[in-house]
């Protein structure tokens, strides 16, 4: 549908009525309690922990006039599951969990990159503007445009270049530096010509950004990452508060197949309950990480070490909280923390090659979000990036040990690049 209907939800958040309802008292509730309690109106047994439903077909009523035909049913999800490709119990546990979290009625896909596919499916833009930012975005857009014959505008062009029903996409914070942009100022460009907003707050999960206060159409997360938490499910996520949008995509998801499965969507009910711990910590951890790197790098004429040695393998430190002229915008769209991911750009694509394997807690590999710290020479998954460049994934563990591994790791490239040991003295004198 090239112009997709304008009517928002009711109170912004039910786009449909299942059976039976939420407690109207649990709207009332912070975040961390909808976290635990959202689904509580799904449970029909005593477990305490909800089981894992792995069904794909589920039996209908056995008394004939309890039998609805499809024709006859209200809305486009119920809670009387009927194939698996539609709706399951445990899927759709996990959207009753997201959508006070994201503050919209929530669908959920079997990846990230299968619900960015599936909201440009249904809203079909002629033109789409995007600036840098997560390869995988940029390949779902080329095969977008290679099916439909749109194209691409740099996401600072002129507000005069878009069209009623083009969508501005925006990624912040921005893979693979953490640093921000501001929803505020695109949703408004946006807006102004008639196209919408599509946000992908990814790097900034529920408790540290709310993109729907700040105008987005369309909110996307790859859940895989910040919802799951874990490095162990794939997971997408689709929110809006236009009533015919979210019917449409659930109708399209049906024909699409790109469903949760049942494990994964019981293992996303497991993480959202601890979603706001672990972001609280993850981010603030990463703050305290870029602070000591960002002053260590501004100590580097002043004789100190460490900053010395610092300096003279790292070149920069990327992250929202360095983005000190853009506070007054920014301190407000993300109030809580500036999110655990952040990027270090090395003085030499040697040293960047050969920093990962000199620590000791942070795992060398691709994806983000999970409680264990990992580190990426960011050119082993994305052809785009300057090859000197890592990305910094901050997990659980103690900052005070993240930052004598990441030190100990800076003093062993120093060491090797210089010839000297750790006091400064030449080896072997």
């Known amino acids: 549908m090239a112009n997709p209907p304008n009517g928002i939800v009711a109170n912004g958040i039910e786009a449909h009525s299942s059976e039976p309802q939420p407690t109207p008292s649990l709207r009332k509730w912070s975040a961390a309690t ?3 309690h959202a689904d509580d109106h799904l449970n029909r047994i005593e477990d305490v922990a909800p089981p894992v439903h792995v069904a ?20 486009s999800l119920s809670d009387r599951h009927i194939y698996s490709r539609h709706t399951a119990p445990t899927t759709t546990r996990l959207e009753a969990l997201l959508t006070p979290l994201l503050l919209a009625p929530t669908l959920t896909y079997s990846s990230g990159l299968s619900a960015l596919h599936a909201a440009y499916v249904f809203l079909r833009p002629r033109r ?25 505008l740099p996401l600072s062009c002129p507000a005069e270049d878009l069209h009623p029903g083009d969508v501005v996409h925006l990624e912040t914070p921005l893979n693979p530096t953490g640093e921000a942009l ?16 599509l946000v992908d707050s990814t790097f900034a999960p529920p408790g540290l950004q709310e993109p729907f206060r700040w105008g987005a159409d369309v909110v ?13 499910l794939l997971c997408g996520v689709l929110a809006t508060r236009r009533e015919e949008w979210y019917k449409g995509l659930a109708e399209e998801r049906a024909v699409l197949g790109s469903v949760m499965g ?20 993850q981010s603030e951890n990463a703050g305290k990480l870029v602070q000591w ?13 460490e900053g010395e040695v610092v300096s003279g393998v790292v070149a920069s430190v990327q992250h929202a909280s360095l983005q000190r002229k853009d506070m007054g915008w920014l301190s407000e769209q993300m109030p809580n923390g500036f999110g655990p991911v952040f990027a270090i750009s090395m003085r030499s694509e040697r040293l960047a090659r050969r920093l990962p394997s000199k620590l000791e807690l942070f795992h060398h590999a691709t994806s983000l979000g999970g409680v264990e710290s990992l580190i990426e020479w960011r050119t082993m998954s994305d052809t785009t990036v300057d090859t000197r460049l890592l990305r910094v994934s901050v997990g659980l563990e103690s900052w005070e040990d993240l930052r004598d591994d990441m030190m100990q790791g800076f003093r062993a490239l120093w060491k090797e690049e210089n010839g000297k040991d750790d006091g400064g003295k030449e080896n072997g004198t």
Request: charged share 25%; hydrophobic share 35%.
């Open 34 to 36: 909808q976290a635990i």
């Open 56 to 75: 794909t077909t589920f039996r209908y009523h056995d008394d004939p006039d309890q039998l609805i035909p499809s024709t006859d049913l209200e809305g």
């Open 128 to 152: 789409i503007a995007i600036t840098a930012g997560y390869h995988g975005a940029h390949a779902v857009l080329k095969l977008h445009c290679r099916l439909t014959g749109a194209t691409l």
């Open 182 to 197: 501001s929803i505020e100022h695109y949703a408004a460009k946006a807006h102004s010509r008639g196209a919408y907003l």
């Open 220 to 232: 996307m997360h790859s859940g895989t990452k910040y919802l799951g938490g874990h490095s162990d």
């Open 262 to 281: 049942g494990l994964e969507g019981w293992l996303g009910v497991r993480s959202l309950r601890t979603l706001e711990v672990r972001v609280k910590r």
């Open 293 to 305: 790197l960002d002053a260590l790098l501004r100590r580097r004429e002043s004789g100190d070490h």
